[in-house]
């Protein structure tokens, strides 16, 4: 999805591309406790990170304003930018809203008004789990539009790795489909 709103503004730089891209991944960086809370599960004490943390530090309307500054700093189009990373962010938001329901069936609340109130708890009753179709739907539509843009703009989310890789992929894709097709 990120990738897809770093593309709606052709004159992006590749490294405001990689900001858009990156702001809608980055809420789930509060997940990075699975790591700490795995390998305590059988100390006396566990650290709990992700089960008290994950959906709580980073899904919040504090970290969002915070990442849109720090990417607006490093920005050449700033305007631009702040409105492209506030967007990129908040569909994450949106896409644990509407379909990231746990197996256990935890609809995971969002604590959107966080660190200024603790009053809003966000869930959807419509919400669908992780693994339903309609995310296989949007995954694999996503995926086409990344495609057509690489055949199109001559660059992939790859380059957020490895220009070589991007190059390659880009190349490789030209060669399979000669014939430019435009919306
Ligand atoms: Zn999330």
């Known amino acids: 999805m990120g990738w ?22 980055v809420p789930d960086v509060d997940g990075l406790g699975i790591v700490a809370e795995r390998l305590t599960q059988h100390w006396a004490h566990p650290l709990d990170w992700w089960s ?3 959906h709580v530090l980073g899904h919040n309307i504090g970290f969002a304003l915070t990442v849109t500054i720090v990417a607006t700093l490093f920005a050449r189009h700033k305007m631009t930018m702040a409105l492209l990373v506030f967007i990129s962010f908040h569909l994450h938001l949106a896409a644990d809203l509407v379909g990231a329901r746990g197996p256990d069936g935890d609809q ?3 604590p959107y008004l966080l660190p ?20 296989f739907v949007i995954t694999g539509a996503l995926i086409a539009v990344a495609i057509w843009l690489a055949r199109r703009r001559g660059f992939s989310p790859l380059e957020l790795f490895s ?3 991007d190059s390659v992929f ?7 489909f000669p014939f430019d097709v435009a919306v």
């Open 163 to 165: 220009r070589t890789a």
């Open 170 to 176: 880009v190349h490789a894709l030209r060669r399979r």
């Open 4 to 25: 897809a709103v770093a593309n709606s503004v052709p004159s992006l730089t590749k490294r405001e591309r990689a900001f858009v891209t990156w702001a809608s991944v």
């Open 116 to 135: 200024f109130s603790n009053k809003w708890q966000l869930t959807w009753s419509g919400q669908w789990a992780l693994n339903a179709w309609p995310n």
């Open 52 to 54: 008290d943390y994950h």
């Open 108 to 110: 995971w609340p969002i």
